[in-house]
């Protein structure tokens, strides 16, 4: 019966008792997005920009990144907003013609936004291309940073974004983003937590490292914290925080989620009538005790019991 009711759920996302969360696709190029399209979301919560050029050795002209970024917009004309993300270059995901080579710690080298304050050119090329792309195809179009960790990069990224008539927001991947929302909140326009590097930086974890799977696992109280923290923020500052890491197509983590203030959720497509479904089985207040118990829990393990607890009785 549950997977008959997971399978039927059409949308869009929102408690049993009526409160909005907003389901987006995470997706990675035109035929991805094409496909989200299908599934029950309301955009695209993150569209990760440098899978299109991890095998290209130079650059692409500001036209050919246009094309790309169109074809992804395109399916979600009429159909809500795409939040595209800059080029997140580096550490796990090297790029021939951005990445600097020979680094010795490169998940905490010059990576994600740090490259793109290191070679100006590359992110205004990638920004005209966004522009041009969400001016082709109509689609609302969000634009954010990977890898920020100080207010005046959050605002020098979002000067950039905002004169070419975008909305702008930061990614929270590093524990001070998380630390300072409330600050950045004062000069971008949105935050979107992504639980994949703010694990890895809070628990110092590399990702990558499967026997370090108990400390990657976004379960942890102190993650958790830091998710509570940046939720707040966007809570008192009345602006959208949303979740695109890997924590938000876990259907009890999504819920407590919620219960911290979180207003979006992006998954593969593939997770999102799993969490609509069980977001749409619980209350608000039922999502705001399970962030509690979540919260107060010593380890992971009690973290999911506790929310277990809570959510399914
Ligand atoms: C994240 O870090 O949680 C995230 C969504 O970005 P990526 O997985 O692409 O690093
Ligand atoms: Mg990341």
Sequence with gaps: ???????????????????????????????????????????????????????????????????????????????????????????????????????????????????????????????????????????????????????AEARDFAEQVRARGLKPGVMVEVPSAALLAHRMLEVVDFLSIGTNDLTQYTMAADRMATDLAHLTDPWQPAVLQLIAITAHAGTQAGKPVGVCGEAAADPLLACALVGMGVTSLSMAAAAVRAVGSQVGRVTQRQCEEAAEAALSADDPAGAREAVRGVLLG
Excluded at 71 to 99: C, M
């Design 1 to 151: 019966a549950l997977r008959a009711e997971v399978e039927g759920w059409r949308g869009p996302g929102a408690t049993a008792d009526g409160l909005p969360v907003k389901l987006l696709a995470n997706v990675a190029d035109g035929d991805s997005a094409a496909r989200a399209a299908q599934a029950p979301v309301q955009g695209v919560g993150l569209f990760r920009t440098e899978l299109s050029f991890l095998n290209r050795s130079e650059e692409p002209s500001v036209e050919e990144q246009t094309e790309i970024y169109a074809s992804v917009l395109r399916p979600f004309a009429d159909a809500g907003h795409v939040v595209v993300r800059t080029l997140d270059a580096g550490s796990d995901k090297p790029i021939a013609f951005a990445t600097h080579a020979g680094e010795e710690n490169p998940a905490l080298g010059v990576r994600g936004l740090r490259l793109a304050f290191d070679n100006p050119g590359l992110l205004e090329r990638q920004l005209d291309g966004i522009a041009a792309a969400a001016s082709e195809t109509g689609v609302e179009t969000w634009v954010m940073a990977p890898m920020v960790a100080t207010v």
